[in-house]
């Protein structure tokens, strides 16, 4: 491993606490992989800035920026973009690592992640890291898995090319001055467990309240957690340590699967998708990146 490696973990938050993110469990998940983890901290109308300046006087590698939310941009969620570069462009490392604050690593699988920062440092062909995901959805016993849902994400980006976000989601680079790119990854092989679609029913009918005006649109109604059932599979694996106290705290305790569900238009073809998938071997899910090397 190359012991010169420096690594940046960032990311964002605004009302964490009222809205029910495990932020401080991501944060902490992320630490001992990284040798600085940089937070853009929004103003909130809770405890999220005295959490995480309480985390702070504990943690040194832990840096917290205090920002103020464009409240006039609600161009499909540019705010979000915007926040999350704030906390990018304040990171020194090699590698730039994003966890958005639904999102928690394994404490089995950190030193994997380290070691595959490591293995393609000196590789220029490699410009991004993509891990696979957990999405929970409802409860922490269903991971959702149908193709409407991005199965790998990049989470990891070279800190030193031209590089943004157009959103939360994903990165585009800037080789050339007027058109970008998704970035040339390799794979981490490594999940990350996002635990979104478990909070409690009051914190996400607040959070989607909240955050609907981003996207310059009236918030949809939120009565409980509904999904087509062909779209959800049981997890059968472990939970990081650093979420079981969050998941009992604030992981929505009544969720079961529906067998009358109708499912959308949208859910249709998503089934579809999906016996496309069976039958061929495929994988249609959505990706912000393109693969030039395969998992060792």
């Not at 404490?107 to 992640?113: D, F, K, L, M, S």
């Not at 380290?114 to 440092?121: E, F, I, P, S, V």
């Not at 585009?172 to 979104?196: C, Q, S």
């Amino acid at each position: 491993m190359n012991q010169a490696m420096t690594v940046s973990g960032f990311t964002f938050v605004r009302n964490g606490t009222l809205l029910g993110y495990p932020y401080i469990e991501s944060i902490r998940s992320a630490l001992p992989i990284c040798d600085e983890f940089v937070v853009a901290a929004g103003a909130s109308d809770d405890d999220t800035l005295e959490r995480l300046q309480a985390l702070a006087r504990t943690e040194p590698k832990l840096r917290v920026i205090p920002t103020r939310w464009n409240e006039k941009m609600v161009d499909r969620g540019y705010v979000y973009a915007q926040q999350k570069m704030i906390a990018q462009f304040n990171c020194s490392g090699d590698w730039a690592f994003y966890l958005e604050g639904d999102e928690v690593l394994h404490e089995r699988e950190t030193g994997a992640i380290r070691m595959a920062m490591a293995r393609h440092l000196e590789d220029p062909r490699i410009e991004a890291l993509v891990f696979d995901y957990h999405h929970f959805f409802g409860s922490p016993d269903w991971i959702a898995v149908s193709p409407g849902w991005y199965r790998r994400a990049v989470r990891i980006v070279r800190n030193s090319i031209r590089n943004y976000s157009p959103d939360g989601l994903f990165f585009v680079v800037m080789d050339r001055n007027k058109r970008g790119r998704y970035p040339n990854a390799a794979p981490v092989n490594a999940h990350i467990y996002h635990y979104g679609h478990v909070r409690r029913r009051d914190r996400m009918r607040e959070k989607v309240e909240r955050v609907s005006r981003y996207w310059d649109h009236p918030p949809p109604e939120f009565t409980g957690y509904a999904i087509d059932p062909q779209a959800l599979e049981r997890f059968r694996g472990s939970h990081p340590a650093l979420v079981q106290d969050w998941l009992r705290r604030e992981a929505e305790p009544r969720f079961v699967t529906d067998p009358a569900y109708v499912p959308n238009a949208r859910e249709r073809k998503h089934r579809r998708l999906m016996k496309l998938e069976r039958w061929f071997g495929l994988e249609l899910s959505k990706k912000h990146y393109r693969l030039v090397a395969e998992a060792p």
